[in-house]
C-alpha cells in the first residue's frame, strides 16, 4: 500500500474516551503497522470532526470513559455521525471497543444517576448501572475466547486459541441480547455482568470487551488480526503479516498468567 492509500485508524472520542490507557490501543495498532512498513495515520474522531470522516477509515479505535464523558459523547453522536459509524461497523469496519465504548454502541445505557442513554443499537446488548453504592467490578481478566469465527482465525493464525488477558473497571452490568455472540467467557474476572460467565461481544470486525489492559499490547495477536482484517477489506485479498519480536509481549504474558495459576497455551514469535 503506497502512502496516499495509509491504513487510517479512526480514534473515537479521544479526549473523552481513554481510560486506563486505552490509547495503548491506537499506539499499538499504529506501531505494529510502522514496524512492517505499512503506510498508517491515526485521526481522531472528534466533536468538531465532520460526520463524513466517521465513515472514511479502515480500523475504529474507542475506549473507555466515566459516566459524565459518555453522556458528553452521545449529544454529539447523533444523526449523520451516528448513522455513518453504524453502517461503517456493519458494514465489517474492524474495530476494538473498550468499556464505555460498546456501552454507547448498545440499545441503551443505564448511568449511576440520572436519565437512561440511547446508544447506536449497532451492538445487541443493554447495560445497566446498579447504582452509586453498588460495589464496581474491578480486577485483572483471564479470558477464552468463545467466537467462533474469531477462535478459528487466532487457530489458523497461531495454532492455539491464546488466553486474552486484560483489566476490568466498570460498574455497568452488560446483557446480551438474542443475535450477540459473546466475544469469550470469563476464566477469571467479572466480565459482562459477573453472573453469566460472558465477557464483551464480537460483531462482524468488531471486537467489544470490558478488557482495558490496554487490550492490544497485552494480546497483540488481536492487534494483527484486526491489522488483518482491514488491509483485507481494502485490498479484496487474504493477507499474512510479516511476524514480529513478540518476545517481551510474551514474557508480560506469562507473568500476568501466573498470577492467576495459569500457563499459555502457546508460544508467541
Ligand atoms: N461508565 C462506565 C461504567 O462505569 C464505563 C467505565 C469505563 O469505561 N471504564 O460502567
Known amino acids: 500500500m503506497g502512502e496516499g492509500t495509509a491504513l487510517t485508524i479512526g480514534w473515537l472520542y479521544p479526549k473523552l474516551m481513554s481510560t486506563y490507557g486505552d490509547r495503548g490501543n491506537v499506539i499499538c495498532l499504529e506501531r505494529r503497522c510502522q514496524w512492517r512498513g505499512i503506510p ?22 474507542g ?15 447523533q444523526g449523520a455521525k451516528a448513522e455513518i459509524l453504524k453502517e461503517a461497523i456493519a458494514a465489517g469496519v474492524p474495530g476494538t471497543f473498550t468499556c464505555g465504548a460498546p456501552q454507547l454502541l448498545g440499545q441503551y445505557y443505564e448511568p449511576a444517576l440520572g436519565q437512561r442513554i440511547n446508544g447506536l443499537g449497532v451492538l445487541d446488548l443493554v447495560t445497566v448501572h446498579p447504582g452509586p453504592e ?7 481478566m483471564v479470558l477464552t475466547v468463545t467466537a467462533q469465527r474469531l477462535a478459528a482465525d487466532l487457530r489458523a493464525m497461531l495454532g492455539e486459541v491464546p488466553y486474552l488477558i486484560g483489566f476490568e473497571n466498570h460498574g455497568g452490568r452488560t446483557r446480551l441480547g438474542p443475535t450477540a455472540e459473546a466475544l469469550a467467557s470469563v476464566v477469571k474476572g467479572f466480565g459482562n455482568n459477573g453472573q453469566d460467565g460472558t465477557e464483551g461481544v464480537f460483531y462482524r470486525n468488531a471486537i467489544a ?8 499490547p497485552k494480546n497483540p495477536f488481536l492487534a494483527d488480526w484486526l491489522i488483518q482484517q482491514a488491509i483485507a477489506r481494502r485490498t479484496g485479498e487474504p493477507v499474512i503479516l510479516k511476524p514480529l519480536d513478540d518476545c517481551l509481549a510474551q514474557q508480560a504474558r506469562t507473568a500476568l498468567l501466573a498470577r492467576h495459576g495459569l500457563q499459555e497455551a502457546i508460544a508467541l514469535p
Open 40 to 61: 498508517v495515520r491515526v485521526v481522531p474522531l472528534d466533536r468538531e470532526t465532520p460526520a463524513d470522516a466517521f465513515g472514511q477509515v479502515d480500523l475504529l479505535v
Open 134 to 140: 453498588a460495589p464496581r467490578c474491578i480486577g485483572n
Open 209 to 216: 470487551t470490558y478488557s482495558h489492559g490496554p487490550l492490544l
Open 63 to 77: 475506549g473507555g470513559a466515566q459516566d459524565r464523558q459518555q453522556e458528553i459523547v452521545m449529544r454529539d453522536l
